[in-house]
């Protein structure tokens, strides 16, 4: 089964830029999405189709995705964005997560 | 504004089942695949499966990593998906999500989620 690969963890300082990656064998070939989740609160979308965010997603958040990663950055980082994160692929009408980053803002 | 929100978890011993209910309002139900997610505490998000939409026969679709007994069925004229689960044990243990789901041809997202509905198993 094909699965997604994610560091455990990142740390930003506020202000800078983080960047969170999601591995997986030719990634660049399927749309990948990401969902941040803050402790206690349901999954949320922040980014879909590699790079698109849905209505009210802070522009600081973008995706891209080709080869075997993908990326999703935040600029800027606050302290608010500290939460996990989730990447997600879909394969053969199954979608496929990844482990969680927990990107913690020091 | 899309709602879901889900209902039926609780306390529930090893070897019963469970049916979760997840209603939906602020948009038409049949046109969009609802999906089911679960997260065991402290851990990860794991997909089980899926309800296709009207328009693509509202199939079920089931994820091959989760050990079976799930089944996933819909009620279009109530708006209300559902998650049954029988013979569980205490892995199942879990907040079970409800998402609507965008299905594409290279790619499927959930851009909506319901609050979640914990479902403990223990004697």
């Known amino acids: 089964s094909y699965e997604v690969t994610q560091p455990p963890s990142v740390s930003v300082s506020p202000g800078q830029t983080a960047t969170i990656t999601c591995s997986g064998a030719?990634?660049?070939?399927?749309?990948v999405s990401w969902y941040q989740q803050r402790p206690g609160q349901s999954p949320l979308l922040v980014i879909f189709?590699?790079?698109k965010r849905p209505s009210g997603i802070p522009e600081r958040f973008s995706g891209s995705n080709s080869g075997d990663t993908a990326t999703l950055t935040i600029s800027g980082t606050q302290a608010v964005d500290e939460a996990d994160y989730y990447c997600?692929?879909?394969?053969?009408?199954?979608?496929?997560f990844g482990a969680g980053a927990k990107l913690t803002v020091l | 504004e899309v709602q879901l929100v889900e209902s039926g978890g609780g306390l529930v011993q090893p070897g019963r089942s469970v049916r979760l209910s997840c209603t939906a309002s602020?948009?038409?139900?049949?046109?969009?695949?609802l999906g089911w997610v679960r997260q065991a505490p402290g851990k990860g998000l794991e997909w089980v499966g899926f309800?296709?939409?009207?328009?693509?026969?509202?199939?079920?679709k089931y994820a091959t990593s989760v050990k079976g007994g799930f089944t996933i069925s819909g009620d279009n004229s109530h708006s209300t998906a559902y998650l049954q689960k029988n013979s569980l044990q205490i892995d199942d243990t879990a907040v079970y999500y409800c998402?609507?789901?965008?299905?594409?041809?290279?790619?499927?997202?959930?851009?909506?989620w319901g609050q979640g509905t914990l479902v403990t198993v223990s004697s």
């Open positions: 309800i296709e939409s009207r328009p693509y026969g509202g199939t079920t």
């Open positions: 030719d990634l660049g070939t399927r749309y």
């Open positions: 189709e590699d790079s």
């Open positions: 602020g948009f038409t139900f049949g046109d969009y695949a």
């Open positions: 997600q692929a879909w394969d053969r009408n199954t979608m496929v």
């Open positions: 998402t609507r789901v965008v299905v594409g041809g290279i790619g499927s997202h959930c851009d909506y």
